[in-house]
């Protein structure tokens, strides 16, 4: 399915232009977001024992502090028909992250394993789509949804992956 942008950037153009009623779209719809964070927060409250030393910190700025970027995804809740909660709707939370072997430093030995964030761009996040976020729906929810069309619906980010992509 193809849609250009301006027929999906509302549930209800989705659902005209695909010929379904509203609430079948939003039924099958994966939320895949990118959410940055810092590896440590600039500002944090400590509260210490009277005799006991703060630990050392080496940021000088907020800007020295390293970010992780993570792709988060999430469904709509699913519910039995007594009303009994099936699924959650949480798919899972997946790092951008590569673990390699550290240099020798004076702060550690030579090929300690550091985790290193890396900039993401169109090939890191269909990798990530295929290899995390569509087995992650297979795995929780796919006897749930047999016979329905899933949506993967992604941020407003640069670089988004085109669903109808070979490898897709």
């Keep these: 399915m193809a849609l250009p942008w301006r027929k999906r950037q509302a549930m209800r153009s989705i659902a005209k232009a695909i ?10 719809i994966v939320a ?13 409250t400590v509260y210490m024992a ?3 030393t703060p630990s050392h910190s080496t940021d000088q700025s907020k800007r020295f502090i390293t970010k992780v970027v993570f792709m988060a995804a999430i469904m709509r809740p699913i519910y039995a028909r007594d009303g009994s909660l099936v699924f959650g709707g949480k798919l899972g939370m997946w790092p951008f992250i590569e673990r390699v072997p550290a240099q020798k430093t004076q702060n550690r030995p030579a ?11 169109l090939k ?8 995390n976020v569509i087995p992650a729906v297979r795995a929780k ?3 749930m949804l047999q016979g329905t069309e899933l949506i ?3 941020d407003r980010a640069r670089c988004y992956v085109n669903p109808n992509a070979p490898a897709m």
């Design 141 to 143: 929810c796919s006897s």
């Design 124 to 131: 890191k996040q269909r990798d990530m789509l295929i290899d």
């Design 50 to 52: 009277p005799r006991e």
């Design 19 to 28: 010929q379904v009623f509203p609430a079948s779209v939003h039924r099958s």
């Design 111 to 121: 090929d300690t394993i550091v985790t290193n964030p890396f900039n993401v761009g």
């Design 152 to 154: 993967i619906q992604q």
């Design 32 to 44: 895949g977001e990118i959410k940055w964070f810092y590896m440590t927060e600039a500002d944090r």
